[in-house]
């Protein structure tokens, strides 16, 4: 049982170049997020989904795309990289409940704009 | 809108000390959930604890344990007897009960609390 899986676990890209973080959960879940951690500011949701088909934006949602396809898949889209999403990526996913559900966290992405 | 307050952004300690971690949430919500993350130096998120708004009931797990007060919108965390392996970055969280929409499970976290345990 994988849980959340992550790919890749490190990058690093030039200002203005594109990139998709993937994500993929084996848990049958359907709320699945994207958070951003940066130093002192804790984790900061991107976007979410309740399901496929179906997605929404979160507290800082600018430069992010995201599709969700599949109830396994929900990956992010960054159309052109720019320095200040130099940050850790997260995607979690969780049974949709009302917000009573633990969410199950990915292992991260590292993500370096030069 | 919600928001949670980790006023201590870090915390060092000695073995065997006990150690509370501080967390104060606003939300306007009537029914709502709060969380704790732990986040060890290797980077993984590990679910710790969730508590409803109606459960004020104190938690002890092991050498955790959680003090929720309604009163004054905290959600404590202490560990008793800290050992070197609790040194992490503890994170608290919340989420705003049932509602029309997805909205309800998205996650506000606090800035977090960086605790060191010195042997």
């Known amino acids: 049982n994988a849980g959340v899986t992550q790919t890749p676990k490190f990058q690093v890209l030039k200002t203005g170049q594109s990139m998709t973080l993937q994500c993929a959960q084996d848990m049958n879940h359907e709320y699945m997020s994207w958070y951003r951690q940066d130093p002192g500011m804790g984790l900061r949701l991107i976007h979410y989904?309740?399901?496929?088909?179906?997605?929404d934006q979160g507290e800082v949602p600018n430069g992010y795309n995201v599709s969700r396809s599949t109830t396994e898949d929900f990956p992010l889209r960054l159309l052109s990289a720019a320095p200040s999403q130099t940050s850790v990526y997260f995607c979690a996913s969780s049974r949709f409940q009302g917000g009573n559900q633990p969410q199950h966290f990915g292992d991260g992405t590292r993500l370096s704009i030069l | 809108a919600q928001k949670v307050t980790q006023a201590q952004t870090e915390i060092s300690v000695v073995e065997k000390e006990d150690v509370t971690l501080d967390c104060v949430y606003e939300t306007r919500d009537t029914t709502y959930y709060l969380f704790w993350y732990k986040q060890p130096p290797s980077g993984e998120l590990v679910f710790l604890i969730r508590r409803n708004s109606f459960d004020e009931q104190n938690e002890i797990s092991g050498r955790y344990s959680w003090n929720f007060q309604k009163s004054t919108s905290s959600f404590n965390f202490t560990i008793t007897a800290s050992q070197v392996v609790d040194s992490a970055v503890y994170f608290c969280a919340l989420s705003e009960g049932q509602k029309g929409g997805a909205s309800g499970s998205r996650l506000t976290f606090g800035e977090g609390t960086q605790l060191t345990v010195n042997p």
């Open positions: 989904s309740v399901g496929a088909g179906i997605t």
